[in-house]
């Protein structure tokens, strides 16, 4: 090991840098890889690579269309030739527990200790195993990891601010009204709710500028409920306001962003919400009811943090954001793109997480242990 750079192991969902929902992980995978010596990925689905030259990508085969049996057996595959080719210090299982919990067995052998990272608010089974083998869990707030363990270090999220820039154009008054919706489409999102608000400022509010974009895909399971908001638009007469624009590249959400008057997040998912740290690195107000978001802004609640299921809330929000001056409207958004940049660039991540795999800890300011 040269320089003090470390040879890292990654467990990784998907490495597309094309994906609308985990294109970022590229960006992470090369944000490390001036701290390592080599990474090797072991991803469940490979699309485009996009990676530095130190890094290499090994898929198990689900954009092949392998099934569960032959996936598994690619992974043991793949992960034994590595441990027999080269000595890690450290597997990072980015959402992966399964992988976590897979390797395991092997990863002990050849004393190599997981760190896992994982927000979101579900408590399943192969979450409570995949703590139990890991050496340390990173995660990005409170909210997002549910399990009381001792070993949680939370460390913020990772966001690109070099590349997540508010607009050198400000917007005019006379153009449209734009409202956006970022990320998968599934029912914990409420996306019914911004519909509803949408209803209540195109007629009761006669905002009649006002165009609202989904921007997301549905997985399959989901294709029922997708079906049942777009049957929601057609009944509430909104098809000329409500667009389902579908999902768009890693790259092209920053245009999304910055093109927008204000994003709205009214998930339930109980974690911190990558694209609203997104859009606010962008500059542009967000209003969300995500309750990870309380703390961030509760210098703005009642106006960017709202109840959930409230879609009047969620209309009298946008108003009073439609409405605001220009200058205010310019201090809010470097208001929460600092936030952003102290507090979740990929930066801050990279080092912290570099320095849980060294250390076991991720630093000054670290906070740790029983969630």
Same mark, same amino acid.
Request: with cysteine; charged share 25%.
């Given at each position: 090991?040269?320089?003090?750079?470390?040879?890292?192991?990654?467990?990784?969902?998907?490495?597309?840098?094309?994906?609308?929902?985990?294109?970022?992980?590229?960006?992470?995978?090369?944000?490390?890889?001036?701290?390592?010596?080599?990474?090797?990925?072991?991803?469940?689905?490979?699309?485009?690579?996009?990676?530095?030259?130190?890094?290499?990508?090994?898929?198990?085969?689900?954009?092949?269309?392998?099934?569960?049996?032959?996936?598994?057996?690619?992974?043991?595959?793949?992960?034994?030739?590595?441990?027999?080719?080269?000595?890690?210090?450290?597997?990072?299982?980015?959402?992966?527990?399964?992988?976590?919990?897979?390797?395991?067995?092997?990863?002990?052998?050849?004393?190599?200790?997981?760190?896992?990272?994982?927000?979101?608010?579900?408590?399943?089974?192969?979450?409570?195993?995949? &703590? !139990? +083998?890991?050496?340390?869990?990173?995660?990005? %707030?409170? $909210?997002?990891?549910? #399990?009381?363990? =001792?070993?949680?270090?939370?460390?913020?999220?990772?966001?690109?601010?070099?590349?997540?820039?508010?607009?050198?154009?400000?917007?005019?008054?006379?153009?449209?009204?734009?409202?956006?919706?970022?990320?998968?489409?599934?029912?914990?999102?409420?996306?019914?709710?911004?519909?509803?608000?949408?209803?209540?400022?195109?007629?009761?509010?006669?905002?009649?500028?006002?165009?609202?974009?989904?921007?997301?895909?549905?997985?399959?399971?989901?294709?029922?409920?997708?079906?049942?908001?777009?049957?929601?638009?057609?009944?509430?007469?909104? &098809? !000329? +306001?409500?667009?389902?624009?579908?999902?768009? %590249?890693? $790259?092209?959400?920053? #245009?999304?962003? =910055?093109?927008?008057?204000?994003?709205?997040?009214?998930?339930?998912?109980?974690?911190?919400?990558?694209?609203?740290?997104?859009?606010?690195?962008?500059?542009?107000?967000?209003?969300?009811?995500?309750?990870?978001?309380?703390?961030?802004?509760?210098?703005?609640?009642?106006?960017?943090?709202?109840?959930?299921?409230?879609?009047?809330?969620?209309?009298?929000?946008?108003?009073?954001?439609?409405?605001?001056?220009?200058?205010?409207?310019?201090?809010?958004?470097?208001?929460?793109?600092?936030?952003?940049?102290?507090?979740?660039?990929? &930066?801050?991540?990279?080092?912290?997480?570099?320095?849980?795999?060294?250390?076991?800890?991720?630093?000054?300011? =670290?906070?740790?242990?029983?969630?």
């Amino acid at each position: 090991m040269s320089d003090n750079k470390i040879r890292l192991l990654l467990f990784n969902l998907k490495t597309d840098a094309d994906d609308s929902n985990l294109g970022f992980t590229s960006d992470w995978i090369n944000a490390l890889a001036p701290f390592c010596e080599t990474i090797d990925v072991i991803t469940m689905q490979a699309g485009r690579l996009n990676v530095a030259d130190n890094v290499r990508v090994y898929s198990v085969g689900k954009e092949c269309g392998y099934s569960d049996v032959r996936r598994t057996l690619e992974f043991y595959r793949i992960l034994f030739r590595l441990l027999r080719e080269r000595p890690y210090e450290v597997c990072f299982a980015h959402m992966m527990p399964l992988f976590a919990v897979m390797g395991a067995p092997l990863l002990k052998l050849w004393r190599v200790p997981i760190v896992l990272w994982y927000t979101h608010k579900a408590v399943s089974l192969k979450l409570r195993l995949a &703590e !139990k +083998v890991s050496w340390r869990v990173v995660t990005a %707030s409170a $909210e997002s990891f549910r #399990l009381p363990s =001792q070993k949680v270090c939370i460390i913020g999220h990772g966001v690109d601010t070099e590349l997540f820039i508010p607009s050198l154009i400000q917007r005019q008054s006379e153009q449209q009204f734009v409202v956006i919706s970022v990320g998968r489409i599934a029912p914990v999102k409420c996306l019914n709710t911004l519909i509803d608000a949408a209803k209540a400022l195109y007629d009761d509010l006669e905002v009649q500028r006002l165009r609202v974009r989904i921007i997301g895909d549905a997985a399959p399971e989901y294709a029922d409920h997708l079906g049942h908001l777009r049957g929601l638009v057609d009944m509430l007469k909104l &098809e !000329k +306001v409500v667009e389902f624009a579908g999902g768009v %590249s890693h $790259e092209r959400v920053v #245009l999304e962003y =910055q093109e927008a008057d204000v994003m709205v997040n009214s998930s339930k998912t109980g974690s911190i919400d990558k694209a609203v740290l997104e859009a606010m690195a962008c500059g542009l107000p967000v209003v969300t009811s995500n309750e990870a978001f309380r703390a961030m802004l509760a210098s703005w609640d009642g106006l960017l943090f709202i109840p959930p299921d409230s879609p009047g809330k969620l209309a009298a929000s946008i108003l009073r954001l439609k409405d605001m001056p220009a200058a205010e409207r310019i201090t809010l958004g470097k208001d929460l793109r600092e936030i952003v940049v102290c507090d979740h660039s990929m &930066e801050r991540l990279t080092q912290k997480l570099i320095s849980v795999f060294k250390t076991g800890e991720p630093g000054d300011h =670290q906070e740790k242990g029983n969630l």
